[in-house]
């Protein structure tokens, strides 16, 4: 290694359990009868559903459409009827449910019409379109849609190219065991992704535990036509991380706020050139991916699974154990609890982690910081997460985002040191969200009060309006009064009309609603009624209010 | 329970630990120097303070047991009993304990909510309520002729009937009092140092005892427990105080190594500035907090009413932490180069 | 003596310039209070507090006029917002007007929906979408849950339903661990 590495800041030492997973060769799950494929496996919009019930579907159709810039299609993984388009559990820490087509596979896994892409060939926009179609996204976990990614934007080209086989997270093996078995396609992969971004510099990171997969991927580089330096990096957590990764390699960071493109360099996970490679050169959307199973289970490995596969399958298929507490999705480390083992396999799947009481003891109580700063000599950001942490705590969102919160990268390095156990990353997510809702909320605010100050405006020129056409009209018929003395009574009036037109209306509305069911008026609650006469009361007090300053205006 | 599902082992117990664990060289040099007296007043006040530590929370409605065997409330009640003058009363002790557990602890939040330094606070008062008491130091054994015997000294602490003579034959003024008195009596400094109670750098079986504070807290340096920054701020600030003055006029201010190895310096400087709950938490401000106590050490030293000034300069600096942890947040990964402080 | 008098009085002098020199450059620009309260409160324009929307509200709160606790809506988050930005002491919302309910948006049931425009009348924001004698429709995205379009309806068309919490609105919850909140369990 000709080249010079630098070194991230903060980052820990956990327990690696990775030779758990990674000694067993990759086996394909087998298919399941029933996918659940939710829309929004991706960062950005969820796909549209292109499909509905009874429809037949081919493995690798589209069955959702990317839903604007940044999203990505999803696809049906094996052949099968689709028995709903509706609400199911997904891996989500929270529980709730999100849209997804339910496939029944009909066993014959029968693909869709799919050929290789010419991607020299192909203009890059069209390529990339192409690859939203395929529905690639980023498979390290953040999944974002790995089109977006591939586009270089203004300065037309990326210069350097880092491909990410860091995976610093402890019990996961799924990226090492594709470098291991598959180098040669992830550097195909890596040939697609610097054909895009017109890379000249090409680094491949992997941490210095996986000597098989750097043995594998040196072998690979060097069959390659172009230049990737596999570069060995000293193992620490959280070393898999972009920024980590990019700083170790580079010795540069990325700004704070900006995305790392801005200093020309982009960063892809190893299991993203993968996928890559068999989009372009077989045409093969995104319908699979490497998951490890491991922890509390008989047989930890690896398997290729279809996305939509019931995560309980692949547990029973590394053969479940008594004493089973809970399963992650993910690392010990940033991975999210599941609701249920129902939920499938998504794109954003690396790891089922099963965890036991042996594994994963219940985490002590947490007592009060002690300051003792051992949280911000461990952070990778350079963050002072002890004051993140007051901060959040008091609700004083303002100070935390002063002091970098967004900056955190979440990645638990704080809370792993803290000798007085705090969840400090729970509080960071606490907070975010909070600021975000705030913001959701501070915008729709903000949209109220300007439809509102419309409204008031246009009401005051819809009055100026009416004024002016009843002053015109007043001196016309004092004109016409003055030319015909005795042309009297009264025309029934307009507003006549219109009343008597209301409650005809209304009688046919009534006795249509006596046929339907009776909604919320009769038998009222003693407590609605009381709520529906506070409105009425409010109401009349406002067109009290309102009243008054209009009858004033229109006296004059 | 979101992420992360590993804990390293560390815990306050366990940071607790080591630190009473590497105050162990010095109460040993302690006994070995000035008889075991210490001893009964490290008993008594830790006793003390676990009682204190135990009725505060269940005053407060906090669980006793992972409080106590956090034993933050024993680290405070022994760094206050090191400083105490070994022979002090046993009122004394239990005045300074209570007074360090309940109000400069518990009456400030408890557990990592004190803005000062629990010992010092203890110590301080007593030093201005109780000046003549904290001046029973037990003489260095080195130069007594009879010393006391581990009943004697409890028998001195509960103010047992200890003839006057037999007291005075064993206690004596630390070097600082005993710089200041020969001071204010237009002494100079090398006149001073004749004296027997002074050694070659601090004083007799004072240097011994900073020696074995300093090892302990260069283990705990080691061990990550505490950081170099404020250790090393600390000395330096006395260092070059000390020095700058002794340079400018040798016969009226001790010289910078005498200042090192006076008594509380190196114990203040490892095991009391080092308090994190009490000290800023910046690396920059860490070094400042650490300087500036060193640097008001000497000065109250030499023109404040006390004779030692590790407490209230610790004490004073422990004021200034938010002011100073706001002006030297550090820059973060991808920050501008010079980060603005945040706003108040 | 003199001198000394002397030097107090240039002190003061030195200081009271700095402190108007630094008044006048520090100033803090424009928006007067009543645009600050305003953007505090939640807008949505329901008329609770008495008032006929929110920045009629927040006038009278800068004049003097009116309490701060007046606004379900904002609940008590907001009252405090308030009483922050104001300097005083909060206090608790003042339930006569209303107490503080789940955001929700109105539906109208489209097949009782008659066209009388009633609500669109009635609609702070414009946020019924409908012509006369066609059936309406709430746009959701602009609806601020105020309930005024309610009892205007003839024919008791419209209800409101609370947002439910989905995916993409999801937050999370304050983490609840720290050692006094669990005091209960503990063997102690
Ligand atoms: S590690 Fe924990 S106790 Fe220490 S400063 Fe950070 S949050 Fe506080
Ligand atoms: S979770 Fe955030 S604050 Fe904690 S160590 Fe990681 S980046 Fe720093
Ligand atoms: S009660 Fe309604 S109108 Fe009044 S301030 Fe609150 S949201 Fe606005
Ligand atoms: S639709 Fe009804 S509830 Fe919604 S803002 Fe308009 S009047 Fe208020």
């Known amino acids: 290694m000709s080249r010079e590495l630098f070194k991230f800041k903060g980052g820990v030492h956990p327990p690696e359990h990775k030779a758990e997973s990674n000694a067993r060769p990759v086996r394909a799950a087998p298919l399941p009868k029933k996918l659940v494929i939710p829309l929004r496996q991706h ?14 579907v081919l493995k690798g159709q589209m069955i959702g459409e990317a839903d604007g810039t940044i999203s990505a299609a999803v696809h049906a993984s094996s052949s099968g009827i689709v028995s709903a388009v509706d609400q199911q559990p997904v891996p989500h820490i929270s529980g709730l449910p999100d849209l997804c087509i339910s496939i029944e596979t009909d066993g014959r896994d029968e693909w869709v019409e799919h050929r290789p892409l010419d991607y020299r060939a192909l203009a890059p926009a069209d390529l990339r379109i192409r690859l939203r179609d395929l529905g690639l996204a980023g498979l390290g976990g953040a999944v974002f849609p790995s089109a977006v990614k591939l586009d270089p934007g203004a300065a037309q080209h990326c210069p350097t190219l880092i491909i990410n086989g860091g995976e ?6 799924c990226d090492d065991v ?3 078995t598959r180098a040669d396609e992830i550097l195909q992969g890596v040939a697609i992704m610097r054909h895009l971004l017109g890379s000249t510099e090409i680094l491949v990171g992997i941490e210095d535990n996986k000597p098989e997969a750097i043995a594998a991927m040196q072998a690979a580089a060097a069959r390659m036509d172009f230049a990737a330096e596999i570069m060995v990096v000293p193992a620490r957590y959280p070393g898999g991380g972009a920024k980590q990764m990019i700083q170790v390699l580079t010795g540069r960071e990325v700004p704070s706020g900006k995305l790392s493109t801005d200093i020309g360099i982009q960063v892809f996970n190893v299991g993203t050139a993968y996928a890559l490679a068999r989009a372009v050169h077989h045409g093969e959307p995104l319908i699979s991916r490497l998951v490890t199973v491991t922890g509390h289970v008989l047989r930890p490995q690896n398997f290729e699974v279809l996305i939509g596969t019931p995560m309980h399958a692949l547990i029973t298929l590394a053969g479940d154990r008594d004493g089973t507490t809970g399963v992650l999705m993910g690392g010990p480390m940033m991975g999210m609890p599941m609701p249920n083992l129902d939920v499938p396999v998504v794109k954003a799947t690396n790891c089922i982690l099963v965890q036991s009481a042996e594994l994963f003891p219940p985490l002590p ?25 007051r901060f959040a705590k008091a609700g004083d969102f303002g100070r935390a985002q002063e002091y970098h919160l967004f900056d955190c990268i979440e990645c638990g390095c704080c809370s792993y040191v803290c000798p007085s156990h705090i969840p400090l990353v729970d509080f960071y997510r606490y907070a975010k969200s909070e600021i975000w809702t705030r913001e959701k909320d501070k915008r729709a605010a903000d949209l109220a009060r300007e439809r509102h100050e419309f409204r008031q405006f246009r009401q005051e020129r819809e009055k100026k309006e009416k004024a002016e056409k009843l002053a015109a009209k007043a001196q016309a018929k004092r004109a016409e009064l003055a030319a015909a003395p005795d042309a009297g009574g009264a025309a029934p009036s307009e507003a006549d009309a219109k009343k008597a037109l209301i409650a005809a209306a209304l009688a046919r509305a009534q006795a249509k609603k006596a046929e339907t069911a009776p909604k919320n008026t009769d038998h009222l609650p003693p407590g609605t009624q009381r709520e529906i006469e506070e409105i009425e009361a409010r109401r009349a007090k406002i067109r009290e209010l309102a009243r008054q300053p209009l009858e004033s205006d229109e006296k004059p | 329970m979101p992420s992360p599902f590993i804990l390293d082992r560390s815990s306050v117990t366990q940071v607790m630990a080591w630190v009473l664990a590497a105050l162990l060289p010095g109460i040993a040099v302690y006994v070995w120097a000035f008889g075991p007296g210490i001893l009964v007043t490290l008993a008594l006040a830790t006793v003390t303070a676990l009682a204190a530590e135990a009725a505060m929370l269940k005053a407060r409605g906090y669980p006793a047991k992972p409080f106590l065997a956090d034993l933050s409330a024993i680290v405070t009640a022994w760094l206050l009993a090191l400083s105490l003058p070994s022979l002090a009363p046993w009122w004394l002790i239990v005045t300074g304990t209570l007074f360090a557990i309940v109000v400069a602890k518990h009456l400030y939040g408890g557990l990592g909510q004190n803005i000062f330094n629990p010992a010092m606070v203890g110590y301080a008062v007593l030093i201005v309520s109780f000046p003549a008491q904290m001046t029973q130091w037990a003489a260095p054994l080195e130069l007594t002729s009879a010393p006391l015997t581990l009943a004697q000294s409890a028998a001195v602490i509960f103010g047992g009937d200890v003839p006057k003579a037999t007291l005075d034959a064993v206690t004596m003024a630390t070097p600082l009092d005993a710089l200041r008195t020969g001071l204010l009596q237009q002494h100079t400094v090398d006149e001073i140092m004749a004296q027997p109670i002074f050694g070659h750098y601090g004083g007799v079986g004072f240097e011994w005892l900073a020696a074995a504070f300093l090892l302990g807290g260069l283990v705990l340096w080691a061990l990550r427990i505490v950081g170099w920054q404020v250790p090393l701020a600390f000395l330096a600030g006395i260092w070059l105080t000390a020095g700058f003055l002794h340079f400018f006029d040798a016969g009226r201010f001790g010289a910078p190594w005498f200042h090192l190895f006076a008594p509380s310096v190196m114990l203040g400087a490892f095991f009391i500035a080092t308090d994190p709950v009490s000290g800023a938490t910046t690396p920059r401000g860490k070094l400042i907090f650490g300087f500036g106590a060193g640097f008001l050490t000497v000065v109250i030293r030499t023109w404040g009413g006390y004779p030692d000034g590790v407490a209230f300069a610790i004490l004073l600096m422990n004021l200034c932490v938010p002011l100073i942890d706001q002006y030297t947040q550090p820059r973060i990964y991808g920050g501008a180069k010079k980060t603005k402080a945040p706003s108040a | 003596m003199l001198a000394a008098i002397l030097v107090m009085a240039g002190i003061a002098v030195a200081i009271g310039l700095a402190l108007g020199w630094s008044a006048i450059r520090f100033k803090v620009e424009g928006n007067p209070l009543a645009e600050k309260i305003d953007a505090i409160l939640p807008q949505t324009q329901c008329g609770q507090c008495g008032f006929l929307g929110c920045r009629p509200y927040a006038e009278a709160i800068a004049k003097g006029e009116a309490d701060i606790n007046l606004c379900p809506p904002g609940g008590e988050e907001g009252v405090k917002k308030l009483a922050d930005l104001l300097g005083v002491e909060p206090k608790p919302l003042d339930e006569t007007h209303g107490a503080p309910k789940p955001k929700s948006v109105a539906f109208i049931d489209e097949q009782t929906c008659i066209g009388c425009t009633l609500c669109i009348q009635a609609c702070p924001v414009d946020a019924i979408s409908g012509a006369a004698k066609q059936m309406h429709t709430i746009i959701a995205a602009e609806c601020t849950g105020c309930e005024l379009c309610l009892p205007p309806c003839p024919v008791d068309c419209i209800t409101m339903v609370p947002i439910a919490e989905d995916l993409p609105h999801w937050k999370w919850k304050h983490p ?4 006094k909140q669990v005091s209960g369990d503990s063997s102690a």
Do not use: H, N, Y
């Open chain 1, 43 to 56: 960062i950005g919009s969820p796909a549209k559903p292109l499909v509905s019930v009874g429809d037949r």
């Open chain 1, 168 to 173: 610093c997270e402890p019990w996961i093996t």
């Open chain 1, 178 to 180: 594709l470098m291991r």
């Open chain 1, 365 to 389: 109580k947490a007592l009060p910081c002690i300051r003792c700063t051992r949280c911000a000599d461990a952070c990778p950001a350079e963050l002072q997460p002890q004051e993140l942490f």
């Open chain 3, 176 to 179: 609840v661990v720290m050692l």
